[in-house]
T-cell receptor
Framework: DGGITQSPKYLFRKEGQNVTLSCEQN?????MYWYRQDPGQGLRLIYY???????QKGDIAEGYSVSREKKESFPLTVTSAQKNPTAFYLCASRLTHLNTEAFFGQGTRLTVV | GEDVEQSLFLSVREGDSSVINCTYTDSSSTYLYWYKQEPGAGLQLLTYIFSNMDMKQDQRLTVLLNKKDKHLSLRIADTQTGDSAIYFCAESIGDNAGNMLTFGGGTRLMVKP
């Protein structure tokens, strides 16, 4: 079945470590997005990519990095520079950046221990 | 501050109608969306409305848009316990920023049997 898959579902990180969250889609979508969700708040855009080998910063990109070497994959690295990384991270994709519907993965909950 | 605002919580009895409200600030919004999020999961698109429409109905869901007041609502008829979730309103602005989605903080709907 076509879809968008995030892994792992739960991730624990020690302070000072970098961690990478995986997002893979087999929908042949050009555009992919990373959002961060904190309790009682909406989704805030971290990074987005309109097409392979290209990506742009969102509203809260500091402390994060991404790559888009393949159309299917848009991994997010949470670096040690991100001071408050504990959150729920959601990946989404759209057929194109101008398309109406965004499809979301099931999310990764990152906790700093 | 947030561009899209929602009340935090709504409680209804099973069988009643639920009305979830949202206000947005950007008059250049092109599409307005309602997403549903169940616990620990990603977001599922419920419905969307184009900004030149004032109403859209889809089975139990009715979306009303008051463009003058920048007010969007989602009515769920015959609310069921399975409708308990967080509902997010989002707007998409078709400007040079490229159709980004801006989300409200979410409304938690609790349906009592």
């Amino acid at each position: 079945d076509g879809g968008i898959t995030q892994s792992p579902k739960y991730l624990f990180r020690k302070e000072g470590q970098n961690v990478t969250l995986s997002c893979e889609q087999n929908l042949n979508h050009d555009a992919m997005y990373w959002y961060r969700q904190d309790p009682g708040q909406g989704l805030r855009l971290i990074y987005y990519s309109q097409i392979v080998n290209d990506f742009q910063k969102g509203d809260i990109a500091e402390g994060y990095s991404v790559s888009r070497e393949k159309k299917e994959s848009f991994p997010l690295t949470v670096t040690s520079a991100q001071k408050n990384p504990t959150a729920f991270y959601l990946c989404a994709s759209r057929l194109t950046h101008l398309n109406t519907e965004a499809f979301f993965g099931q999310g990764t909950r990152l906790t700093v221990v | 501050g947030e561009d899209v605002e929602q009340s935090l919580f709504l409680s209804v009895r099973e069988g009643d109608s639920s009305v979830i409200n949202c206000t947005y600030t950007d008059s250049s919004s092109t599409y307005l969306y309602w997403y549903k999020q169940e616990p620990g999961a990603g977001l599922q698109l419920l419905t969307y409305i184009f900004s030149n429409m004032d109403m859209k109905q889809d089975q139990r869901l009715t979306v009303l848009l008051n463009k003058k007041d920048k007010h969007l609502s989602l009515r769920i008829a015959d609310t069921q316990t399975g409708d308990s979730a967080i509902y997010f309103c989002a707007e998409s602005i078709g400007d040079n920023a490229g159709n980004m989605l801006t989300f409200g903080g979410g409304t938690r709907l609790m349906v009592k049997p």
